[in-house]
């Protein structure tokens, strides 16, 4: 399998500097990509990897306020230098605007961010830049798509129908774009109470359907868990600060699974 991973990331061109690419997407807002996209980078640099972070969301941007990055990268005049953080090397477009400053921007010029983020910064000597997709099926799915060597897409949803609306939209995208989906996560998949009880608030059991219905794998569920928003806020994500926790510990789960795989 390896080796045909290696064949297929040579018909396009990938991010110098790193090894393999793979997105975390949804097609849907608020079931929560940029939070699962940061825990997995920093599970997998807790197993040994070297890890790049990719805020490929324009419009919202997530990744300064998760590693509460608020300072600018560094640029010789051709490239940006990623911003490090928790050993993890940074990059969004949060780090080049105020926090509130709004990115009214066309359709070309969210292309032309992309390709700066992917041609001109300075990853380097990563194993895995895992790269935080925005909602939507559009231009910046289609740049990384059709010109970016992605090794992999992994695909998260909450249980409800609502969203798995636009998840099933998001799957069909890249199989027709003919991106490896490597498998779906049920994110805020259930909540356990004070009683002890399970309490499914979204419904239950609506993302491995949908993995079964279109033939994909099922990679297991993230159950709500309040210490994992407010871990966040804080810009302290729960797998660096907490590392022993049972969130931290899926996220590993994950982390092995995607080492074992590619490297």
Known sequence: MKENLEQKRFQKNPIKGTKFTIAISSAKGGVGKSTFATNLALALKNIGCKVGLLDADIYGPS???LFSINQKPES??????????YDIQCMSIGFLTDEQTPMIWRGPMVT???KTFTQKVSWKDLDFI????PPGTGDTQLTFAQEISMDGVIIISTPQEIALQDVKRGIKMFDKLKVKIIGLIDNMSHFIGDDGKKYAIFGEGGVKKTAEEFEKEF?????INPEVGKQ???GLPIVECKPDHEISKIYKSFAEKIKSTYL
């Open 219 to 223: 990679l297991g569920e993230i159950p």
């Open 76 to 85: 010789d005049g051709k490239t940006l230098k990623p911003i490090l953080k």
């Open 232 to 234: 966040g806020d804080l």
């Open 130 to 133: 895992i790269v935080d997709m």
């Open 112 to 114: 032309s961010a992309i």
């Open 63 to 65: 990744l300064p306020k």
